[in-house]
Each structure stands twice: as structure tokens, then as C-alpha cells.
């Protein structure tokens, strides 16, 4: 299993601020997933990056992959409340056994009015 | 679209007794995951299922925890006997595609577990 770190593991900030959260690993990933998890649901997918270096944004939020695919940095702008939540993210690799994917502890973000 | 349905919602046990969890996939959704999430962690894969066949159950306890997929439609995960360790949510995941290529995953509202 290969193991995702991400960083910050709490983040709490204000409306309105810039954050950026961070997953690196040692290991090569085919591609890389960014989830977003609220209280007593599921995760939910916001985008998935495959080539190196691959820049992709959804609104507010920017998503990078380095170039080596390795690691990955989510950037939330102008934050707010409604971004509360746990953000994991999770690495996947293909196999003969199929496709599987490792998730990192993720980042639990608290966006306060 | 119905998403990926999962009962029940909660379960409070004691431990050494027996626990089943159901989930209903997403129609046509050939791929079928269960994850384990423990507090304060990530989701953590137990076993995986393309249509009835397990693709990969490697990090699955098999002396306590069973999967099965008899349709290849919905699917149970039963634990027997129960752990104080198996506290945790209990997530289901479904895809559409088969083995081999990058997929969104959905994932249902999840069971969470507590084994006293």
C-alpha cells in the first residue's frame, strides 16, 4: 500500500482567506483524486488529475499535479464557510487485480464565518 | 440517478457479536467497493468486486470480516465476530467501468459502527 501524506491535518481559517493543502508521496501514481467529505456522508469526488504537472480548476479551487506524479496541492480561494469539510486525497494505480485507490488521512477544514 | 444506498445507517454492538451491512449500488455499475474509515483517517479499501467476482480483497480480515456479491448487483459485509477496532464507518463505493482505468467512484452515506 502506498502511503499519502497530506498536510495540514486541520486547517481552521476565516472567510474570505487563501488556503492551499498538500499530499505527497514517494510513490508514482497513474492518477490522482481530490475528495471532499462532509459530516455523515460519503466522499465526494471534485476532480482527478492524470498527467504531470497538470493544472485544473473547478470555481475557487485549483488543483496541481507535480510533475513527477507524486504529489498534489489543492488551493481554495477567497474560502468559505460552505468549504467546511474533510479533504482527502487518493492516489490511484492500476494492476492485474484492477484499479484501486489508496487515500491519504485527509484535511479537516473549518471555514468560519 | 439514485445513488449508492446503504442500511443500515448506524449500528451500536457489543463486542464478539455478529454485524451485516447492505449496500445497493448504483444501476449498472459494474464495480463495487468496501472501504473501512476510522476516525480521524482516510477511507481504507477492504474488498473489491467486479460484477460477482472478487478483484482484490488483499487488506480484507478474512478470519472475521466476509463479502459477497452473489448477483452482481447489491452486496453484504458481515463481521463475525466483532472487535472493539471495528468501530469505524463502513463505506460503499460503486463504479461504472471495469478493472483498468481511472473511474469516479461513488460512495454511499455509509454505516457507522460502534463495537463496545
Known amino acids: 500500500t502506498q502511503l499519502l501524506e497530506q498536510s495540514p491535518q486541520f486547517l481552521s481559517i476565516q472567510e474570505g482567506e487563501n488556503l492551499t493543502v498538500y499530499c505527497n508521496s514517494s510513490s508514482v501514481f497513474s492518477s490522482l483524486q481530490w475528495y471532499r467529505q462532509e459530516p455523515g456522508e460519503g466522499p465526494v469526488l471534485l476532480v482527478t488529475v492524470v498527467t504531470g504537472g497538470e493544472v485544473k480548476k473547478l470555481k475557487r479551487l485549483t488543483f496541481q499535479f507535480g510533475d513527477a506524479r507524486k504529489d498534489s496541492s489543492l488551493h481554495i480561494t477567497a474560502a468559505q464557510p460552505g468549504d467546511t469539510g474533510l479533504y482527502l486525497c487518493?492516489?490511484?494505480?492500476?494492476?492485474?487485480?484492477?484499479?484501486?485507490?489508496?487515500f491519504g488521512k485527509g484535511t479537516s477544514l473549518l471555514v468560519t464565518p | 440517478e439514485a445513488g449508492v444506498a446503504q442500511s443500515p445507517r448506524y449500528k451500536i454492538i457489543e463486542k464478539r457479536q455478529s454485524v451485516a451491512f447492505w449496500c445497493n449500488p448504483i444501476?449498472?455499475?459494474?464495480?463495487l467497493y468496501w472501504y473501512q474509515q476510522i476516525l480521524g483517517q482516510g477511507p481504507k479499501l477492504l474488498i473489491q468486486f467486479q460484477n460477482n467476482g472478487v478483484v482484490d480483497d488483499s487488506q480484507l480480515p478474512k478470519d472475521r470480516f466476509s463479502a459477497e456479491r452473489l448477483k452482481g448487483v447489491d452486496s453484504t459485509l458481515k463481521i463475525q465476530p466483532a472487535k472493539l477496532e471495528d468501530s469505524a464507518v463502513y463505506l460503499c463505493?460503486?463504479?461504472?467501468?471495469?478493472?483498468?482505468?481511472?473511474?469516479?467512484?461513488?460512495f454511499g452515506p455509509g454505516t457507522r459502527l460502534t463495537v463496545l
Open positions: 463505493a460503486s463504479s461504472h467501468k471495469t478493472s483498468g482505468s481511472t473511474d469516479t467512484q461513488y
Open positions: 444501476s449498472g455499475h459494474a464495480t
Open positions: 487518493a492516489g490511484a494505480t492500476n494492476s492485474n487485480s484492477g484499479y484501486a485507490l489508496n
